[in-house]
């Protein structure tokens, strides 16, 4: 079986059926949805050969949410929204069950760690290698952000790990297997960061506490954790195995990221069925990137999907009237039907409309010759004044211009509004080009950047946003994307104000 995990940054905007299916597996895990259930789609919902399993943020719309596809022949025995089963659902396949000592949360903590849809839960039967059928369930979760100017959302990631460490193992105690995926939103190791800075801090973060204590590694001390991280297990000292990249430095392009995106399984599967686990940096569309972990056992399909399946919601199980049952469509060339209609209004039997009375056909302005072009003026109009006269009323503005030449006793050639495309391209040029001297001339602009010594590119302006006597001030530094040192492409260390003062 192929478990894959990806966060991608808003469903709508994603990789979309085709790419889940290019995807290639029995269950694909996608975090960060950005969808509300009245904004998801069809096409997003029903993807051929899969059952999904949607929870959606209930606070926020666009925000965070998570989404579970579970190939045909990998149905799972039943699903579940969130991780404290408030938002369990009655009926056989409903719910998961074993929620663990919940003696920990108040109700109201409960109902806030599940109402920001960050977890699915789904439970499968599989068959091991060796040949022994028991029992999967997959915990698809988008973890939450520390983040460091709110104190209260470390606090809330905080919570949301004791949660899913209490789920997690109180369905592995009831026997069976457990597997994580999901963005876990921190790096575990100095190994998995591009930055680490100072180790000692660095190992002190919260989540990487937390983390130490749920994980399991080999030659470990004793004590340890349920749970293995599978790509650390098969592959414990590659470097620079990054699953996230900030788009707006272009870090991606020479991989100057973290590790956040995560398979964990817990420890007896990981040891008898882990054959591969890998990242997938390759796959675009989002500022992650895929990472999956293959199992040598294999699923044993449910013959009916649980009622959180997206197929049992009324908008797409055929239950529900579509707006588009109540619309004719009108083909194209539909013209003879809107002439009867129209009674002479002129019908443009190419859209199959009638344009409003009165209003002439935009194509009639355009049937000047090849290398003409119909104008508001006449050649000698322009010779004497410069400028166009004022505009009539559509449909009568050929008419005066046709008659114009003969009234002034034969002085005029007629030219029916057509003037010569280069007489009007070189006026044109010629007055563009001397207002943009003018204008360059009292407002010259800012002055080009430099280019830095290392790259011979033309710098990046930047504006310092941090508190302190440099606060808006600008500056220029190289436009590379930022990288380690000893690569060429990464970004050197050229900086110059941009004024000597405050700009």
């Given at each position: 079986?192929?478990?894959?995990?990806?966060?991608?940054?808003?469903?709508?905007?994603?990789?979309?059926?085709?790419?889940?299916?290019a995807?290639?597996g029995?269950?694909?895990?996608?975090?960060?949805?950005?969808?509300?259930?009245?904004?998801?789609?069809?096409?997003?919902?029903?993807v051929?050969?899969?059952?999904?399993?949607?929870?959606?943020?209930?606070?926020?719309?666009?925000?965070?949410?998570?989404?579970?596809?579970?190939?045909?022949?990998?149905?799972?025995?039943?699903?579940?929204?969130?991780?404290?089963?408030?938002?369990?659902q009655?009926?056989?396949?409903?719910?998961?069950g074993?929620?663990?000592?919940?003696?920990?949360?108040?109700?109201?903590?409960?109902?806030?760690?599940?109402?920001?849809g960050?977890?699915?839960?789904?439970?499968?039967?599989?068959?091991?290698?060796?040949?022994?059928?028991?029992?999967?369930?997959?915990?698809n979760?988008?973890?939450?952000?520390?983040?460091?100017?709110?104190p209260?959302?470390?606090?809330?990631?905080?919570?949301?790990?004791?949660?899913?460490?209490?789920?997690?193992?109180?369905?592995?105690?009831?026997?069976?297997?457990?597997?994580?995926l999901?963005?876990?939103?921190?790096?575990?190791?100095?190994?998995?960061?591009?930055?680490?800075?100072?180790?000692?801090?660095?190992?002190?973060?919260?989540?990487?506490?937390?983390?130490?204590?749920?994980?399991?590694?080999?030659?470990?001390?004793?004590?340890?954790?349920l749970?293995?991280?599978?790509?650390?297990?098969?592959?414990?000292?590659?470097?620079?195995?990054?699953?996230c990249?900030?788009?707006?430095?272009?870090?991606?392009?020479?991989?100057?990221?973290?590790?956040?995106?995560?398979?964990?399984?817990?420890r007896?599967?990981?040891?008898?069925?882990?054959?591969?686990?890998?990242v997938?940096?390759?796959?675009?569309?989002?500022?992650h990137?895929?990472?999956?972990?293959?199992?040598?056992?294999?699923?044993?399909?449910?013959?009916?999907?649980?009622?959180?399946?997206?197929?049992?919601?009324?908008?797409?199980?055929?239950?529900?009237?579509?707006?588009?049952?109540?619309?004719?469509?009108?083909?194209?060339g539909?013209?003879?039907?809107?002439?009867?209609?129209?009674?002479?209004?002129?019908?443009?039997?190419?859209?199959?409309?009638?344009?409003?009375?009165?209003?002439?056909?935009?194509?009639?302005?355009?049937?000047?010759?090849?290398?003409?072009?119909r104008?508001?003026?006449?050649?000698?109009?322009?010779?004497?004044?410069?400028?166009?006269?004022?505009?009539?009323?559509?449909g009568h503005?050929?008419?005066?211009?046709?008659?114009?030449?003969?009234?002034?006793?034969?002085?005029?050639?007629?030219?029916?509004?057509?003037?010569?495309?280069?007489?009007?391209?070189?006026?044109?040029?010629?007055?563009?080009?001397?207002?943009?001297?003018?204008?360059?001339?009292?407002?010259?602009?800012?002055a080009?950047?430099?280019c830095?010594?290392?790259?011979?590119?033309?710098?990046?302006?930047?504006?310092?946003?941090?508190?302190?006597?440099?606060?808006?001030?600008r500056?220029y530094?190289?436009?590379?994307?930022?990288?380690?040192?000893?690569?060429?492409?990464?970004r050197?260390d050229?900086?110059?104000?941009?004024?000597?003062?405050?700009?």
């Amino acid at each position: 079986m192929r478990l894959l995990s990806w966060n991608v940054a808003g469903l709508r905007a994603g990789p979309g059926p085709a790419g889940l299916g290019a995807l290639g597996g029995d269950v694909i895990c996608l975090q960060e949805t950005r969808v509300t259930r009245d904004l998801l789609e069809e096409p997003l919902a029903m993807v051929d050969g899969y059952n999904s399993y949607f929870s959606f943020c209930r606070t926020r719309s666009g925000y965070s949410g998570v989404a579970t596809f579970c190939k045909d022949s990998a149905t799972p025995l039943a699903a579940e929204e969130g991780l404290s089963g408030l938002l369990a659902q009655p009926g056989e396949g409903g719910a998961v069950g074993c929620y663990g000592d919940l003696g920990a949360f108040t109700p109201q903590e409960l109902k806030a760690l599940d109402s920001e849809g960050r977890a699915v839960i789904t439970h499968h039967r599989i068959r091991t290698s060796a040949q022994q059928e028991t029992t999967l369930t997959v915990i698809n979760v988008y973890c939450p952000r520390a983040d460091p100017q709110r104190p209260e959302r470390a606090a809330y990631q905080a919570s949301f790990y004791r949660l899913l460490q209490g789920r997690a193992e109180a369905l592995l105690r009831d026997g069976g297997h457990v597997v994580i995926l999901g963005d876990i939103n921190t790096s575990h190791r100095p190994i998995d960061h591009c930055e680490p800075g100072d180790l000692e801090a660095f190992q002190e973060h919260p989540g990487r506490r937390w983390l130490d204590g749920f994980l399991w590694v080999p030659d470990g001390p004793p004590g340890q954790g349920l749970f293995v991280d599978t790509f650390r297990l098969l592959h414990p000292s590659q470097p620079y195995a990054f699953t996230c990249w900030r788009i707006d430095t272009g870090a991606r392009l020479t991989n100057y990221g973290t590790r956040l995106d995560y398979v964990l399984a817990d420890r007896a599967l990981a040891l008898a069925e882990l054959r591969d686990a890998r990242v997938l940096p390759e796959v675009p569309g989002s500022d992650h990137c895929p990472v999956l972990a293959e199992l040598a056992a294999t699923f044993l399909p449910a013959r009916r999907c649980p009622p959180l399946c997206t197929r049992h919601m009324p908008e797409f199980a055929g239950t529900q009237q579509k707006l588009s049952r109540f619309l004719v469509r009108v083909e194209r060339g539909a013209g003879a039907m809107c002439q009867a209609a129209g009674a002479g209004r002129g019908c443009s039997t190419q859209r199959g409309r009638c344009p409003p009375r009165g209003q002439g056909d935009l194509l009639s302005y355009f049937r000047a010759s090849q290398g003409q072009l119909r104008t508001g003026t006449t050649p000698n109009a322009l010779g004497q004044s410069g400028q166009e006269p004022a505009q009539d009323a559509p449909g009568h503005r050929t008419q005066e211009m046709a008659h114009d030449a003969p009234g002034q006793g034969g002085q005029r050639e007629p030219c029916n509004g057509l003037v010569p495309r280069e007489l009007m391209m070189g006026q044109a040029a010629g007055t563009q080009d001397s207002c943009t001297a003018r204008w360059r001339a009292v407002l010259p602009g800012p002055a080009p950047p430099p280019c830095c010594p290392a790259h011979g590119q033309p710098c990046a302006l930047r504006t310092v946003r941090k508190p302190g006597p440099n606060r808006g001030r600008r500056f220029y530094v190289c436009a590379q994307p930022p990288g380690r040192p000893s690569d060429p492409r990464a970004r050197c260390d050229f900086f110059r104000w941009a004024s000597k003062g405050r700009s």
